[in-house]
């Protein structure tokens, strides 16, 4: 059983940054691929980046590539998600996730969420 906290969220403007944290509970943290999702309103959830449980490996969405940086802290049982160059359409609820396989952009192989974090961002 893995419980993730997610927390890092707020309201910023275009261009800014922000770092989202995942917190992580249990002592088998490094044997989970990782990932972040995000949601907005009247959309599904879609795939913002995901991480092996190493690190050694990642992968990120299209949209947020070269500004999102997925990376994790195994001693600190800690995911983070670096995000600059922050813009409207990247307002969204973030998700953590874990899941015990192979790091994936697919929500349904995950088996773990945290309850979410919102991010807001003003033009």
């Known amino acids: 059983q893995v419980q993730l906290v997610e927390s890092g969220g707020g309201l910023v403007q275009a261009g800014s940054s922000l770092r989202l944290s995942c917190a992580a509970s249990?002592?088998?943290?490094?044997?989970?691929?990782m990932g972040w999702f995000r949601q907005a309103p009247g959309k599904e959830r879609e795939f913002v980046a995901t991480i092996t449980w190493s690190g050694g490996s990642t992968r990120y969405a299209d949209s947020v590539k070269g500004r999102f940086t997925i990376s994790r802290d195994n001693a600190k049982n800690t995911m983070y998600l670096q995000m600059n160059s922050l813009k409207p359409e990247d307002t969204a609820v973030y998700y953590c996730?874990?899941?015990?396989?192979?790091?994936?952009?697919?929500?349904?192989?995950?088996?773990?969420w945290g309850q979410g974090t919102q991010v807001t961002v003003s033009s």
């Open positions: 996730a874990a899941r015990r396989s192979a790091y994936s952009a697919y929500a349904g192989g995950y088996d773990y």
């Open positions: 249990g002592r088998t943290f490094s044997s989970y691929a």
